[in-house]
């Protein structure tokens, strides 16, 4: 899934802190200098992270005045949100076998555990 000018939206929001970026930016629009604030790493950091972001297409940047505002673009956002619900399926499916492995390493340990006591019991009994 590509936007932008090559980024591919997977690769941008791989990084932690921009998805944090992502999360600031949902609650509304932010400037450069706002968003840097926010974080323990050095602005021309966040800006290159921004930058990651909008060239994949996940933010939009506008200059207002001396100050450049990022608006969060959820088209492309609600696509990958679309990828990720299409993966449900197979999420379930995965759910319900670790279920099932569950099931059986509780019966295991429970079947040790008892053979082992009927172990000990003949042990002391001999």
């Keep these: 899934m590509r ?29 450069a200098g706002e968003l840097a604030r926010r974080f323990d790493v050095s602005r021309p950091a966040v800006s290159r992270h921004l930058r990651v972001l909008r060239e994949a297409g996940l933010v939009h940047d506008q200059a207002d005045g001396r100050r450049r505002v990022y608006r969060l673009e959820r088209t492309a956002l609600s696509e990958l949100t679309r990828w990720v619900d299409s993966l449900a399926p197979l999420a379930a499916r995965w759910d319900a076998r670790l279920d099932a492995l569950d099931t059986e390493v509780r019966r295991t340990v429970r079947d040790r555990r008892r053979d082992g006591a009927t172990t000990d019991q003949h042990e002391e009994t001999a």
């Design 3 to 31: 936007y932008g000018l090559g980024m591919d939206v997977f690769e941008a929001v791989a990084d932690p802190v921009r998805r944090e970026l992502i999360g600031h930016l949902a609650a509304g629009d932010l400037a």
